[in-house]
């Protein structure tokens, strides 16, 4: 089934959905621009602007749902943005709502939350301008009807992304962490913005409009370089390999931060991205190819970073990639993952916020800590935290009937059919992830105390709570909602196209029982190691695979040795040339002809007879000259 | 209405007025009520420009010296209306910014804004000039104020880089002197009229010697690589304002006048020479931001990131794509905004702390966090960040060259990521981490600076989100450029139907 | 006839050539270039005696009166340079240089 036309829309929520973009980013204007005298409602503000901006998407979604399936594509015009290049507009369409809504509800029950994560911070107004800065932005990623819009709110959320992981910037680590994000994202755009002059030189548009529908009868060759170059973008926004490094370093932000944008929403642009380019990979075998061997690498590489990570945020943050690396893979297989894709991406959204919220409880209620090897039976002090995050945690493992069994087993079932090697890859992914998980939730919540003597741990306010228990409501059902009966995939199916044949849900497939059984084993591991066994204070030294996933699979060693410390020599070599080469030529021009005009001068001596030798010389030379050319 | 010799007539009797106030505070207001005029003015003038009539508009000519068919010619095209409103918009500013930089100079304070408001004149005379002769004359003119407001007002080093920015700037236009009156002699029409001289030279040798002629000029001036050496050392001895100018507005002549003189006047051999400039371009935008990067100097990086910037637009000129040209053309504007909050925003850093040097800061975000909340909001347009103008540009600049010079514009393309490194870990050190002892006590932005910083921002942001107003203004303008030299945009592989276009 | 008071006027100029050359006392050097001058006057007046028009005795007077200011400038001056530095000398006064 292909993708329906874009009919132009005006009037009811969807015309007024700029509203959204528009709302969030009054919000942190205002809070910018407001300075101190916004400090006591900042935060007031902020959540309203964000609750503000989920009421116009609810609406909107309503108002979707009320037209015939193959016109629920509604492009809105705003403003001819540059003349010749791009108009400013939107695109309503199944797709897009669905991100909208994740966005802004979870968006939303983060703001909810900050409230209380922030409380003592000085700043915490400006954090929730950045935070609606955010969701300003990504809405705009999601819902432009161009290329270049997307790109705008592309960059915006790396803006936000950037001040927010740097929010603590007088931590010398933070602000590192933050420039080398938006750098490695620079890498990526690098890749998106030569992908957009390609479409631009190949289409003369840079509409979603144009493009995708002319997909096909551009080369495929054109096709699969484009698709390469908006992979490459992808791959930095989404931390797929090998532009993964930030991801982890990200953690330096709020933990509310990594929630909404390192977890549940940026880093899911990339998915977003491809599958919304889904005529032009689907043009390019190729592409197409690599994207699910990026998606496979990455969902590996992910899980193993995130068995040996000590840090929770870290090992959540490894855990994101990973399953970020499921979405890219079932992305790249065409109409038949796309619906499985974005419908793993929300039910992720929910319940890795989850997770990660609840993580961010576990730190507020001990001082910051964020080393799990100091945590240990925190279940009794922080009931709610504790059940919230169980459930996430069942939820991202596959738990039957919990959000994830459906959506990630749809993605490894839909692979396995696809191709086996592939299949077998997530399905062990699966595994990994069963006992990293495990392993987080043993060494927190479980075994003995471990805690240092200052921490006195408690569950925390109900602002914090309120959002944790909404999130994992949405961690236990979503899925099942999502994907029974191909509710999601019919949804979607306007949008992004659907397979010719709808897949059918088996409950107890080969694939799955596999799944089940090694995510089992991957739990029954870790409780071995780290639930029945005492978890020592200083992490052991480890094998050499244990220090491979420590060290992030040396993907640091690797950036630095191949580009950081050539580049510091490149640089120092080019400041020398140019004050040496290109100014020392000039400078020594100048020298040169200063030089001989000194040595020249001395001719003047200052005695009389010298000078007036000289203009007999000069006079007789002359008079020479002249007999001799007036013969010839 | 004669209206750009008023504008210029304002000013030069407002720099004579300022010379005859005896107090310095008054002097500093009365060139700053000047510099408004000009500016409303010039406003008022654009408004009535009418982008899709002739070409050039509010013509004035008179004859200067009859014998040799030089006239005294000002008008202006979408092009130079936008760079005249960019260097009129900055004056005022600059005025504001440099209120107390003229304090410390060797020559009275009176004299750095009678300068300023001289070289205000000659920045509207350049763009305005439709006869070559004139256009030369104000071309050699805007150097003398400059090299009094480097030589007289600026760091421990100034001698040195005036007398350098003098050398080179003369250099190139003595090549150019003698282009032009080749060229009036060998078109043989006994007229410097810019418009009477287009297409009159036909013969390609000719051509281009002629263009080297000029080019050269234009490229030191620019500075495109491998002549951008004075530009650091100009830039960072300057006074703040005056580097301003001479970054914003001064080098973007040589730009400017590629664009105008380079194509039109010698088709063929901007053609010819078409790989050479692209080449030096692709190489000046990857080198300034490497040697930016190594930079230990804010004036000097700053500077050193012009020197990228400057290879964009000498790129998008020489691409002959309508959207590179108007790209390059937005992109003089924009750089205008950017490039000049960032100096007059580390200008004002520098002021507070006496020191160039970025080894000297560390944590200032703590103290004065508008002063690096302006200043982190200059850096990222310097980096072209969507939503902020200089996106808009560059992006137009690289589309269109990517239609013609795929590996070119993908080279340049590095030029991103570069940016991000320089800007975003000289604020790293600047700004971020634990506040250095010698700021403890720095203070945040008063309000005369706020002012200085508010329009610049805004501008930037209404223009990074509605670039419309400029480009329509710019691209008739650049097309009828383009179309006198005869090349046509390259057509697309798979054409899509649209509506409007 | 004419060769004759050419080759005087030769002669004349050489010694005043040579004088100015190799003396050191600034009055002698002095007297050298008036040598000249007259040497060049002698020609002058040879040439507008052979040719019949009077444009060689006008120059001629012309130098006159530019030697005779001459004198008056540069002798001061050699007046005033003896005074303070009790010499006459042209290599004594080659302060002006480099």
Redesign the interface.
């Known amino acids: 089934m292909e993708p329906a036309e874009i009919i132009q829309h005006s009037g009811g929520a969807i015309g007024a959905a700029w509203l959204m973009i528009a709302l969030p980013l009054v919000g942190a204007a205002v809070l910018?621009l407001g300075?101190r005298r916004t400090d006591k409602f900042g935060h007031l503000l902020g959540v309203l602007m964000a609750v503000a901006s989920f009421v116009v998407a609810a609406l909107s979604f309503v108002q979707l749902l009320g037209f015939a399936p193959g016109e629920r594509r509604r492009g809105i015009e705003l403003?001819?943005?540059?003349?010749?290049?791009a108009k400013?507009g939107l695109l309503v369409d199944p797709l897009s709502i669905s991100f909208c809504l994740l966005i802004t509800f979870v968006g939303s029950l983060i703001h909810v939350y900050s409230i209380g994560y922030m409380a003592h911070d000085p700043n915490r107004r400006r954090f929730f301008a950045y935070l609606n800065l955010f969701v300003a932005a990504m809405l705009l990623l999601v819902l432009a009807d161009n290329y270049?819009a997307l790109?705008?709110g592309?960059?915006?959320v790396g803006?936000a992304s950037?001040l927010l992981i740097?929010f603590w910037?007088?931590?010398?680590s933070a602000?590192?962490a933050a420039?080398k994000a938006?750098?490695v994202n620079?890498?990526g755009?690098?890749g998106l913005?030569?992908g957009?002059?390609?479409i631009?030189?190949?289409?003369?548009?840079l509409?979603f409009d144009?493009?995708l529908a002319?997909a096909d009868?551009?080369?495929s060759g054109?096709l699969t370089a484009i698709g390469l170059l908006l992979l490459v973008g992808a791959c930095g926004k989404s931390a797929q390999l090998p532009l993964q490094s930030w991801l982890l370093d990200a953690m330096e932000g709020p933990t509310p931060v990594s929630a909404l944008i390192h977890a549940a929403t940026m880093v899911t642009a990339g998915v977003y991205l491809i599958v919304r380019s889904g005529p032009i990979f689907q043009g390019a075998e190729t592409a197409q190819i690599v994207v699910t061997i990026v998606g496979v690498a990455t969902l590996l590489a992910g899980a193993i970073i995130g068995t040996a990570k000590d840090d929770i945020k870290k090992a959540l943050a490894g855990s994101t990639m990973s399953q970020i690396g499921y979405m890219v893979l079932a992305a790249g297989i065409g109409k038949a993952g796309y619906a499985f894709a974005i419908a793993h991406l929300i039910t992720h959204g929910f319940f890795k916020a989850d997770m990660f919220l609840g993580a961010g409880s576990v730190m507020h209620a001990m001082n910051d800590e964020v080393n799990m090897r100091k945590y240990g039976a925190l279940r009794k002090v922080m009931p709610v935290t504790f059940v919230t995050f169980l459930i996430g945690y069942l939820a991202i493992i596959g738990f039957p009937l919990l959000s994830g069994y459906f959506t990630k087993d749809g993605i490894i079932e839909t692979v396995m059919e696809h191709n086996a090697v592939l299949g077998w890859l997530a399905v062990l992914g699966a595994g990994i992830t069963g006992f990293y998980m495990s392993r987080l939730v043993f060494m927190t919540f479980f075994g003995a105390k471990r805690w240092e003597p200052t921490a006195h741990p408690h569950e925390s306010p109900a602002v914090m709570t309120w959002p944790l228990i909404i999130l994992s409501i949405g961690a236990i059902g979503l899925g099942a909602f999502l994907v029974l009966g191909n509710r999601f995939m019919t949804f979607l199916a306007p949008a992004v196209g659907a397979p010719e044949e709808m897949p059918a849900f088996h409950p107890f497939s080969p694939t799955g029982l596999a799944t089940l059984a090694l995510v089992a084993a991957g739990a029954v591991f870790a409780w071995l190691k780290y639930g029945r066994a005492e978890v020592p204070a200083l992490a052991p030294r480890g094998s050499f695979l244990t220090t491979f996933a420590r060290r992030d699979l040396y993907g640091d060693a690797l950036n630095e040795a191949l580009f950081m410390r050539p580049g510091q020599w490149?640089?120092?070599l080019?400041?020398f040339f140019?004050n040496r080469g290109?100014?020392g030529l000039?400078n020594g021009l100048?020298a040169g002809i200063g030089g001989t005009s000194g040595r020249l001068?001395?001719v003047?001596?200052?005695?009389?007879?010298s000078y007036?030798?000289s203009i007999?010389l000069g006079a007789a030379l002359l008079a020479g000259a002249w007999l001799v050319v007036g013969n010839l | 209405m004669p209206w750009l010799s008023t504008l210029m007539g304002v000013s030069v009797l407002g720099a004579l007025g300022v010379t005859l106030v005896r107090n310095d505070k008054l002097a500093k207001q009365f060139t700053l009520v000047v510099s408004l005029i000009v500016l409303a003015l010039t406003v008022a003038m654009a408004v009535q420009f009418s982008p899709n009539g002739d070409k050039f508009q509010f013509a004035e000519t008179y004859d200067w010296i009859p014998a040799f068919g030089v006239h005294y010619g000002v008008a202006v095209d979408g092009i130079a209306l936008v760079l005249i409103l960019l260097s009129v918009i900055l004056v005022p500013i600059v005025v504001l910014a440099s209120w107390h930089d003229a304090e410390a100079g060797k020559r009275s304070v009176r004299t750095y804004f009678s300068l300023l408001l001289v070289l205000e004149a000659m920045m509207i005379g350049v763009f305005a000039a439709t006869d070559v002769f004139l256009f030369y004359v104000f071309f050699e003119a805007m150097l003398i104020p400059m090299y009094f407001m480097i030589g007289s007002y600026g760091g421990a080093q100034r001698s040195y880089a005036a007398v350098k920015f003098l050398?080179y700037s003369l250099f190139g236009g003595l090549l150019m002197l003698v282009a032009v009156i080749a060229l009036y002699s060998i078109a043989g029409k006994g007229t410097f009229m810019f418009t009477d001289l287009v297409g009159t030279i036909q013969d390609v040798t000719t051509q281009k010697w002629l263009f080297l002629g000029f080019f050269i000029a234009f490229a030191i001036k620019a500075p495109l690589w491998?002549f951008?050496?004075w530009l650091p050392d100009a830039a960072a001895q300057a006074p703040a304002g005056a580097a301003v100018l001479l970054v914003g507005v001064l080098d973007k002549v040589g730009t400017y006048g590629m664009l105008r003189f380079c194509l039109e006047l010698f088709p063929d051999a901007a053609k010819f020479f078409t790989p050479l400039v692209i080449t030096l371009s692709v190489i000046g935008i990857v080198?300034g931001a490497?040697?930016a990067?190594?930079?230990t100097d804010m004036k000097r990086l700053i500077a050193y990131t012009s020197v990228s910037h400057f290879g964009f637009i000498a790129m998008g000129v020489f691409a002959m794509t309508?959207?590179a040209g108007?790209g390059a053309t937005l992109y003089m504007v924009n750089h205008g905004f950017s490039t000049g909050a960032l100096f007059l925003i580390a200008g004002f850093l520098i002021y507070r702390r006496g020191s160039q040097y970025i080894a000297d800061y560390g944590?200032v975000?703590?103290v004065a966090p508008?002063l690096a909340?302006t200043f982190l909001v200059a850096g990222?347009s310097s980096l072209s960040?969507?939503?902020l103008s200089t996106?808009?540009s560059e992006?137009?600049v690289?589309?269109g060259t990517?239609?013609r010079y795929?590996v070119p514009?993908?080279i340049a393309?590095?030029g991103?990521?570069l940016a991000?490194?320089y800007i975003?870990?000289m604020y790293?050190r600047t700004?971020?981490?634990?506040?250095a002892e010698s700021v403890k006590s720095l203070p945040d932005l008063n309000a005369r600076e706020k002012w200085v910083v508010a329009p610049l921002v805004a501008l930037l942001l209404v223009f990074g989100?509605?670039?419309?107003p400029l480009?329509?203004v710019i691209?008739p303008a650049v097309q009828d450029t383009l179309s006198s030299v005869s090349v046509t945009d390259?057509?697309?592989?798979?054409?899509?139907a649209?509506e409007g276009? | 006839m004419t060769t004759h008071y050419l080759v005087l006027s030769a002669l004349l100029f050489a010694i005043g050539?040579v004088g100015?050359?190799?003396r050191?006392n600034a009055i002698v050097?002095f007297m050298c270039v008036e040598l000249m001058l007259n040497a060049c006057n002698l020609a002058f007046v040879t040439f507008a005696r052979q040719n019949g028009n009077l444009d060689g005795q006008v120059i001629a007077f012309f130098v006159m009166i530019v030697a005779a200011a001459e004198v008056v400038i540069g002798l001061a001056i050699i007046v005033t340079i003896f005074r303070t530095r009790r010499s006459a000398s042209?290599?004594d006064?080659?302060?002006?240089?480099?």
């Open positions: 910018l300075g403003y001819e943005f540059i003349p010749g290049l400013m270049v790109f705008v592309w960059e915006g803006l950037y740097g910037q007088h931590k010398p602000a590192t420039k938006f750098i620079r890498v755009d690098f913005l030569i957009i002059f390609t631009f030189a190949t289409f003369h548009t509409a144009g493009v002319n009868k551009a080369s054109t490149l640089t120092r080019a400041v140019d290109v100014d000039v100048a001068r001395r003047q001596t200052g005695f009389v007879r007036a030798l007999f | 050398l491998p951008h050496t080198y490497i040697v990067i190594g930079q309508t959207t108007a944590g975000q703590k508008i909340g990222l960040l969507p939503g996106f808009v992006f137009m690289l589309t990517f239609q795929v514009s993908v393309t590095v991103v990521i991000a490194i975003l870990w790293q700004m971020n981490g634990p506040t989100f509605y670039p419309k480009l329509d691209h390259p057509q697309p592989a798979v054409p899509v649209q276009q | 050539g100015v050359l190799v050191r050097v042209v290599d006064v080659s302060l002006l240089k480099y």
